[in-house]
């Protein structure tokens, strides 16, 4: 994969639910889902979601319009019962505005670690970003509260 294509990976997770201000969510999909959609050239990302404290979503970079190249699923869970998504995103959004600038871990979420207050963000990936599966934590105090799993690659 061309690093043109892993910089607008970067990019557009950055601009779209990273990014708590963004400008890029868009009209629901599917019935119930939460959507987000960057555009730059012939490249478009969408990432369509479903929940809250429990999610589920998938991500797809499409070149020229139609043709899907690139996609990720992912399910996560807040451990914590007491924190709300309000909570966790505070704790997550930070961490993935940070993708791609740590080398130890493909970019397609955030960091190796990062500390945010008394909340610490942990991921682990496996493969590389044409074939990979991940897991993404977040800790309160040392605890536990999520955890998120993803995997993905090249669509052929």
């Not at 201000?21 to 979601?49: A, F, L, P, Q």
């Not at 992912?74 to 995103?89: Q, R």
């Not at 493909?106 to 044409?130: A, D, L, M």
Request: negative net charge; charged residues 30%.
């Amino acid at each position: 994969m061309n690093q043109e294509i892993i910089d607008f990976i970067i990019e557009a997770k950055r601009k779209t639910y990273a990014d708590n201000i963004s400008d890029c969510k868009v009209d629901s999909t599917r019935i119930g889902s939460k959507d987000y959609e960057y555009s730059k050239e012939n490249m478009t990302y969408h990432d369509t979601y479903f929940g809250g404290v429990r999610f589920m979503g998938q991500e797809v970079i499409y070149i020229n319009s139609n043709i899907p190249l690139w996609g990720m699923t992912y399910y996560g869970v807040t451990i914590d019962e007491s924190l709300t998504e309000e909570a966790v995103d505070k704790a997550l959004r930070p961490a993935l505005m940070h993708v791609g600038e740590d080398n130890s871990v493909i970019p397609v979420r955030g960091p190796k670690k990062f500390v945010n207050g008394n909340f610490t963000y942990k991921f682990k990936s496996n493969g590389n970003i044409e074939d990979f599966n991940g897991i993404e934590e977040i800790f309160k105090d040392d605890k536990l509260v999520y955890r998120l799993y993803c995997s993905g690659g090249l669509i052929k």
